[in-house]
């Protein structure tokens, strides 16, 4: 009955690169009988959108809303493993080298903390590892270690934005956002919970929104005060841009119900990545790569394949 029992929703593209050989992906874990509720909200999760929702009914019961924002995340390691990384290893490069068995690593040595799941972002701290000795200050005391914000944007069981203060211009995700992304699906029971922001606000009088907007501002004070002064001007101004649109953005509301949900990949990278494979000519390795690059954006659901890599894809087939 549930969906967890059965099989994958597809069949596992990206199978699991050979230096991760050692770990192992763990499957969903059967959860027999169900509620009705999960039941439902578990389909609703990956075929409806929250927007949809939203505007066919006034109002949704909080239970219902957080268990349709529960399982709109991706179920699956499988999933994270194939749109985190090549379908296989690239000869140049090192066992246990890819941005997933990196973040599997990170994973299973503790490196993930502070994660929440606001709506249908989720964020969390990943800590950088480092081999002893401890880097040391010049004061002596032990330098503390680097840790990264990361963060996920998701709808309907896919990975649809990401974020890392570790900046990686990469084609795929880097390893703190995988790390992030399996202690979510490892511990989803766990992890703190709440309904998008906007659904919060609401619940809160006049007073509550004063002293919550006195207090963001105060706790974020050099980052946000020029946007919070600029964004006050503009609604006291009656016919300003932002009092002509009803309502207000909301990043952990999920997407609107037109909006493509596909699984996030930079194609600015993608682009990048194969003007440098053409650049190396007609060597065997870049073909490879390109092949390698180009099953993989194909095998991604629902990706829209830019023209230029389209045609870039010709020309590799006619060389090779
Ligand atoms: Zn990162």
């Known amino acids: ?19 991760c050989a050692p770990m192992c992906l763990r499957l969903p874990p059967p959860c027999n009988p169900d509620t009705l509720l999960n039941i439902t909200a578990k389909k609703v999760a990956e075929t409806i959108p929250f927007a949809r929702i939203e505007e066919k009914y006034d109002r949704i019961p909080e239970p219902v809303q957080r268990r349709i924002v529960f399982w709109s995340f991706p179920r699956n390691e499988r999933d994270i493993c194939m749109y985190s990384s090549l379908s296989r290893i690239q000869n140049n490069q090192e066992p246990g080298s890819l941005a997933f068995c990196k973040g599997m690593k990170l994973l299973e040595t503790g490196c993930v903390e502070q994660v929440l799941q606001v709506g249908f972002h989720l964020s969390g701290l990943v800590t950088a590892p480092r081999s002893p000795p401890p880097p040391t200050l010049p004061c002596g005391d032990i330098e503390p270690p680097t840790k990264f914000k990361v963060s996920v944007s998701f ?3 896919k990975i649809t934005a990401v974020t890392c203060t570790c900046d990686t211009k990469d084609i795929f995700w880097c390893q703190h956002v995988v790390a992030l992304s399996l202690y979510r699906i490892r511990n989803a029971d766990s992890v703190g919970l709440r309904v998008p922001i906007s659904e919060t606000l609401l619940q809160m009088d006049r007073q509550q929104l004063q002293k919550f907007v006195q207090y963001l501002i105060a706790e974020h004070h050099t980052e946000v005060l020029p946007t919070a002064q600029r964004l006050a001007d503009e609604i006291l101004q009656q016919r300003s841009e932002i009092n002509q649109i009803a309502g207000a953005p909301d ?21 990048e990545q194969v003007r440098s494979y053409l650049a190396q000519g007609t060597y065997y390795n870049a073909n ?7 099953s993989k954006v194909c095998s991604i659901e629902g990706a829209t394949v830019s023209t230029e890599i389209k045609k870039a894809h010709w020309l590799n087939c006619d060389v090779t």
């Open 1 to 19: 009955m549930a969906d967890d029992a059965q099989a994958p929703r597809r069949p596992p593209v990206g199978a699991l690169p050979p230096c």
């Open 288 to 294: 490879k790569q390109l092949n390698s690059l180009f």
């Open 251 to 271: 990043p952990t509301a999920g997407a609107a119900a037109d909006d493509a949900h596909t699984w996030h990949l930079d194609e600015t990278q993608v682009c």
């Open 155 to 157: 709808d309907r069981c």
